[in-house]
């Protein structure tokens, strides 16, 4: 035909047809593609997912892309200071709620101080059970109220004066706050009206105790104004920073296009049938790509934002099951029975390891993750 030799000469081998060495340089190349995937995965549990969790799941992916939805933008003394603090760890990332109640210095004395009172309005000599809890949760009331104070202080702006003068005039909507009366301001013997807290007093008694020198957080010292203001500016969680996203979109088009690019041309010499092929091989590809479409567009206000985020989770699922079927669909088809026997061997031996590593290092890694993040102090 017009003198070019007819389309068959020009028929690329496949697979099973390559030379030997070829094949085997192709089978290591494609486990080692498989080794390194699993170890990227491994790298996504430790920077994205939630404790206890193995991956990340869609809310992880909005955190991570979009930044917190739902939630008023707080100061880290206030994300610190929740009303529910059970379950929760005293750290930088669970809760300081605890410095009001067992965690304070004078807690117990405060309650059998309190129940003796009790007891001596009643006329009763020794306080019995009913009247230590009575007593209890008055204290636990008015500790509460020091809790509201102090978010009350820090949303109003943590006003520098209010600190240096230990006088914070409580807003309309707490006026009437229960709360621990030595930490009200005074005027001749009597409460100050309108009432006023203590602000400065309140940070020495319940946070400078473990925040100062020789203190269980005394790297965190929160002993004077400057100290505190830190913790007390409003924070946004935003989502990842546009440097570092278009750090990892040109790490990933670059560095894990040259990979699926080439698992891809692998696949593409199969013998598989030409629809499976072409919808196969540029898949993962065209997933990462979408994928990192997602990762910018995870970026658009509410509602649109979250809902690309968590769309990252399955189109990132998309292109490792592409992936993972590419090394594997290939492995088979470069070689022919002896080699299959070797590699069905090969993969249960990994089952195996990875059965055996579930069970003996991840679930107990992950169920440890689990506790020491929300487990009980
Ligand atoms: C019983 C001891 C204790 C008390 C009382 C206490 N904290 Fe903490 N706080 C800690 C520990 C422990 C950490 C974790 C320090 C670390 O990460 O090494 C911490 C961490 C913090 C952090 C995060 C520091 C950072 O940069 O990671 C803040 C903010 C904080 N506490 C605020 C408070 C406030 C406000 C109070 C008073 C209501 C308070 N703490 C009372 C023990 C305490």
Known sequence: MNGYPHSSNLRIPTLSELPLP???TLALFLLSVGIGYISALVQLHFQ???????????????RVFHGAVDEKPKSKIEQLLPEDYQGKKMNGQGQMTAAFFKRSEDYSEAITERARELAKKQG???????LKEAAQAEVDRERDGERLAMIAWVRSGAKETEYKDDNF???????????????LVEQNGEIAEPRAVKIQTLFQQRCATCHQDGGEAQNFPLTNYAEIKKYAAVKTSEGMSLEKLAQTTHVHLLGFSMLYG??????ALSSYPRLVRIVLCPLPLLAQIVDISFWW?????????PMFARCIVYSGAVVAVGLLLH???SLFNLFRV?????????FAAAGYAGHEAKMRVIDPFIAQEKSTNTGEK
Request: charged share 20%; net charge positive; glycine share 6%.
């Open 22 to 24: 070829l094949r085997l």
């Open 48 to 62: 994205h997912a939630s404790p206890g969790a193995l991956l990340p799941s869609p809310e992880d992916a909005v």
């Open 124 to 130: 009763v000599k020794k306080p019995d059970k009913a």
């Open 169 to 183: 005039p409580l807003p309309p909507d707490l006026s009437q706050l229960t709360i621990t009366r030595q930490m």
């Open 262 to 267: 080439l698992t891809g041309l692998i696949l």
């Open 297 to 305: 567009l995870a970026r658009l206000p509410e509602p649109q934002g």
């Open 327 to 329: 090394i594997v669909l």
């Open 338 to 346: 002896k080699g299959w026997l070797i590699l069905v061997l090969l």
